[in-house]
């Protein structure tokens, strides 16, 4: 069975990218276009792994992050952060002692071998 | 000698001469005595000159009469006695022999002359000449002290038989001028205001008067020399002119021009800051004509002494008829109720207006600076679409999948629109413009704007409403500016009522004027912002709406109404909605306009 990958971003044109990228490399994958939307359909979809945005609407890519990582069910899912901002995340980061660091981070525009090599090694293929 | 003066000297003349005369023996008996000497000591008749004249039982100590027995010579000596009233008195003895034909002294002739009233003078003249409170000198003419009194030897110290130079002045050679050498030469009173220094070593100021004292036939001999001392009136003096030149280098060195006529009209003051305002390079203060053509008629018109002027903004003239904007403020000067003259002022603003151009300036670059990671995380977004769109196409190419090359195209075109849009919408906000100010109804702009949007509204489900004040005059407005600040607060209000879910979105246009201010009110019954966006809302390069919004929006908005001179606030609270206000100041636009036509 494919590896199933959650892509949270606020751009449809981001989400179109990763999508197609992705399936490209035999991977199944869903979106969410918020914080919020993102830690529901974790919980219900379970993925293998999640790409996150920071700067969105409703409920921003740090909040998400801390959701997902204080959630039982969702605190294992390994999570690449994708995003165009980067010092909101890492001053988050840098007060949240206990909350352990993202699986990966990557600034837009990614680099998608790198990108791709990265999801490699976390499903360890 | 004639019969009858010899008759005249032997039987009046005892009596006639004005002393006390008495023939005494060598037991100090008193055999003869004259009227005057009866008159003086009382009846002498059987009684020694001692008991007489001292009223002693004893012969006195040192005793003259002795010496003219003893020596045969001629005393003359000083004496105090008691007279026949029992008062000190004192006189001049006059002692001689009178010999007999054997040249033997059996008798003395003894005259005394009364000089109690010359002592007491004299005791006065000392007294006087010891405490009077100046510097009192005798000098002869070498210029030696012959005497002086406590005060001059107080301050001098004992200088007697010194030169009046050496110790007045601590000088080894005569003063040029001399006052006391001119009453030598001339025999009149001179005056002159001396520097002195006392033993001491402090300096003395004087005024010295010289009098002639002892004139003969070679003539002046003696000069006496009064100096006042005018130390203490020196220093205030002193001080009354430091003090004046403390307030007058305050005056002269004021950061602000002030400028003083007294009750004539005469400019009596015009200081540093003042002249450099008003160009004013002439060392001659300006008259009054010349003023007037300067500084604001408010100046001169008011007469009422108990009202000042106070114009916050005004325009002075300099003397080359230029226009400067100053802050001016007058005051009545007055002495015992009465107006003795007025004041002015002048702070010259251009340095003040300056520095808010440069800080609206700095503002709107510290604004430009924060939006740069604004920016570069819209651009970053741009990129990675860009580079989506290319990939898809490559991929559609490379598989002969032509909907994914339409897909990849699609993406493609919508990015470097968005990439069009930003650019103009940055340089737009980059680029400083001044507000093209024309007579606008602001009712006519909302209704303007809802035309246009009306169908777009309607298709979105959301209820557009415009709230109008009626009668609201026109006014002084950037139509185009302020349309596009209106639009793009309808358009986040639509695209916040928009999230609703129960589809009741609305929105409400509203026009207002307090009289002095023109207020445009956009109100949304949309999601809201939380206090962590209000706050950057109108300084960062934001948004929101993720793939919809560049960020601009509201910087721009800002940015123009920042240029009307007026300001925006918002109001939200998450879930029941936002309202964004503006509000322009009317006065604050017509000084705007004039500005700008400047």
Redesign the interface.
């Known amino acids: 069975m494919n590896k199933k990958i959650l892509i949270v971003d606020?751009?449809?044109?981001?989400v179109?990218?990763?999508n197609?990228?992705l399936n490209?490399n035999g991977f199944d994958t869903i979106s969410a276009?918020n914080g919020k939307e993102c830690f529901a359909i974790a919980k219900s979809e379970k993925p293998d792994l999640i790409t996150l945005d920071i700067?969105?609407?409703?409920e921003s890519g740090v909040r998400a992050f801390r959701n997902l990582k204080e959630c039982k069910e969702t605190k294992n899912i390994p999570v690449i952060i994708i995003t165009?901002?980067t010092?909101d995340f890492q001053e988050f980061l840098g007060s949240r002692k206990n909350i352990e660091p993202p699986a990966a981070y990557f600034?837009?525009?990614?680099d998608?071998n790198d990108f791709l090599k990265k999801v490699l090694e976390i499903f360890k293929l | 000698m004639k019969k009858e003066i010899s008759k005249y000297i032997a039987n009046n003349l005892f009596d006639l001469v004005p002393y006390n005369i008495a023939i005494i023996d060598r037991e100090h008996n008193i055999i003869e005595a004259n009227k005057n000497f009866r008159e003086y000591f009382g009846k002498e008749e059987k009684k020694k000159c001692y008991e007489v004249y001292k009223n002693h039982g004893k012969k006195c100590l040192h005793c003259q009469i002795d010496r003219v027995f003893d020596f045969g010579e001629t005393v003359v000596s000083n004496e105090s006695g008691i007279d026949k009233n029992g008062r000190t008195c004192h006189y001049i003895v006059h002692l001689a022999p009178i010999r007999n034909d054997k040249n033997e002294i059996n008798y003395v002739i003894e005259m005394s002359v009364d000089i109690t009233d010359t002592t007491k003078f004299q005791e006065q003249y000392n007294l006087l000449f010891e405490k009077v409170p100046s510097y009192l000198t005798i000098i002869d003419k070498d210029f030696r002290i012959v005497r002086a009194n406590k005060k001059f030897r107080d301050t001098f110290g004992d200088s007697k038989g010194k030169k009046c130079y050496e110790v007045y002045k601590k000088r080894k050679r005569k003063c040029r001028y001399c006052p006391a050498s001119q009453t030598f030469k001339d025999g009149e009173e001179h005056i002159s205001a001396e520097v002195g220094k006392s033993f001491l070593g402090t300096e003395t100021h004087y005024i010295v008067n010289t009098t002639p004292l002892s004139t003969t036939r070679e003539g002046v001999q003696l000069v006496m020399e009064i100096a006042t001392d005018i130390s203490e009136l020196h220093q205030l003096e002193e001080q009354l002119r430091k003090a004046h030149d403390f307030y007058a280098s305050l005056i002269e060195n004021a950061e602000d021009g002030i400028i003083a006529i007294n009750e004539n009209n005469k400019v009596e003051v015009m200081n540093r800051s003042a002249k450099n305002i008003l160009e004013w390079e002439s060392f001659k203060k300006p008259v009054i004509s010349q003023l007037k053509e300067m500084l604001p008629a408010e100046f001169f018109d008011d007469n009422d002494i108990d009202s000042n002027t106070k114009l916050n903004e005004t325009i002075i003239r300099t003397i080359n008829g230029k226009q400067i904007p100053v802050k001016f403020n007058t005051l009545h000067l007055s002495s015992k109720k009465k107006s003795i003259g007025k004041v002015a002022f002048i702070q010259d603003l251009r340095s003040i207006i300056e520095l808010e151009k440069q800080k609206l300036e700095a503002e709107r670059l510290g604004a430009v600076g924060q939006t740069v990671?604004g920016l570069?995380?819209?651009?970053?977004?741009l990129?990675?679409?860009?580079?989506?769109?290319m990939?898809?196409v490559d991929?559609g190419l490379r598989k002969g999948d032509a909907s994914?090359i339409v897909?990849g195209w699609e993406?493609l075109q919508?990015?470097f629109y968005k990439t069009t849009n930003l650019v103009k919408g940055f340089l737009s906000f980059a680029k400083g413009k001044l507000p093209a100010l024309t007579l606008t109804n602001p009712n006519k702009i909302i209704e303007d704007i809802i035309e246009l949007y009306k169908e777009t509204a309607k298709s979105q489900n959301v209820n557009l409403i415009a709230d109008l004040q009626d009668n609201i005059k026109p006014a002084l407005l950037d139509p185009e500016g302020m349309e596009a600040c209106l639009t793009n607060l309808l358009s986040n209000a639509i695209d916040a009522a928009v999230l609703r879910e129960d589809k009741k979105g609305q929105v409400i246009l509203r026009t207002r004027d307090d009289g002095d201010n023109i207020i445009f009110e956009v109100t949304d019954n949309g999601?809201g912002m939380e206090a962590e966006v209000l706050k950057n809302v109108f300084t960062t390069f934001f948004t929101?709406?993720?793939?919809k919004g560049t960020g601009l929006g509201l910087l721009t908005t800002n940015k123009i109404i920042i240029e009307h001179g007026g300001k925006i606030e918002v109001e939200s609270d998450v879930g029941i909605g936002s309202t964004f206000k503006i509000t322009l100041s009317r006065k604050k636009l017509e000084l705007l306009a004039k500005e700008i036509i400047k």
């Open positions: 606020d751009e449809p044109d981001v179109s990218y990763l197609a990228f490209d276009k700067t969105m609407p409703e165009g901002v010092t600034e837009k525009p990614i998608r | 990671a570069a995380h819209t651009i970053k977004n990129l990675m679409g860009l580079e989506g769109g990939y898809i991929i994914r897909e993406i919508k990015n999601s929101t709406k993720g793939s």
